[in-house]
């Protein structure tokens, strides 16, 4: 039989024909040659892992963490401690609100806003100003022993917490060196917590609200940041030498390798 070339396929056996499918693209992200375009746009969206400073809330978040004190210690002198209470929850309010507006992070402010709010609370209860510093102090002491713990422990938390926030793993823990420098480096953050309870403890106890107020700024995140100096050296360190570890275990494989396959290479000895 002859096949007409008029005649149109109603069979859905039939192959599509040629030209229709040079024509037609697939719908799924792929090109025609294999490439895969979400692999691209998959690269676009993965997003930087944040600083330290911006999980903190930046540098904003530095500068919003002193004013409820600030307000507290001015309303207080003005005022008096009920209109200073008020005037404290009232900033660390409109802190949250503006973060919120700004599309900020806000973590940082929802925490100071408890932190705020407890502080409020325990003044009122004591009716004395100084009594707002309180739960910071107490709180700089349970901070410090926490620290120290996690060394004897051989768990240093500035480690920890670093691998937990930027995932890099444990691994630094079977490497003595690496260990060694997370310890020093969570020493360095309790040495900043027990200056902290000490120094503003005695202020504390001297009723000089006024500089406590200051002790407890000053004391706040730049001298944190000092001592996130020393995680940063303990991080840098540890993955420098992570990484040299990595590149000797390769290079020994590759030793193992070579002289596995000069070894079965050989032919077998006569006599055998």
Not at 144 to 152: D, N, P, Q, R, T
Not at 165 to 183: C, F, H, I, T
Not at 231 to 236: E, F, G, Q
């Amino acid at each position: 039989m002859t096949e007409h070339p008029g005649r149109s396929r109603t069979d859905g056996d039939t192959e599509p024909d040629a030209t229709e499918d040079e024509h037609r693209k697939p719908d799924d992200g792929t090109d025609t040659d294999g490439d895969d375009t979400d692999s691209v746009d998959d690269g676009d969206a993965r997003k930087p892992e944040p600083t330290l400073l911006e999980q903190m809330g930046g540098v904003s978040g530095l500068f919003y963490s002193s004013v409820p004190v600030i307000v507290f210690v001015l309303a207080n002198a003005a005022f008096g401690l009920t209109v200073a209470i008020w005037s404290a929850l009232g900033s660390a309010v409109a802190i949250t609100v503006l973060r919120v507006v700004r599309k900020e992070p806000v973590q940082p402010a929802i925490s100071g806003f408890f932190g705020v709010a407890i502080a409020a609370f325990i003044a009122y209860n004591t009716g004395s100003a100084k009594g707002f510093f309180l739960f910071g102090i107490w709180t700089s002491l349970v901070y410090f022993g926490v620290l120290v713990l996690s060394v004897l422990v051989r768990w240093p938390l500035a480690g920890v917490v670093w691998s937990y926030l930027n995932g890099s793993g444990m691994a630094w823990r079977g490497d003595k060196p690496s260990r060694l420098g997370y310890d020093v480096a969570t020493l360095a953050l309790a040495a900043v917590f027990a200056a902290r309870f000490v120094v503003q403890r005695w202020l504390y106890d001297e009723d000089l609200t006024g500089w406590l107020a200051f002790a407890k700024i000053a004391m706040g995140y730049p001298l944190y940041g000092l001592a996130l100096l020393v995680v940063v050296w303990a991080v840098r360190r540890s993955d420098r030498r992570l990484k040299d570890v990595l590149e000797q275990r390769a290079e020994t494989d590759e030793e193992i390798e070579a002289r596995l396959r000069l070894k079965y290479d050989q032919p077998p000895a006569q006599g055998a």
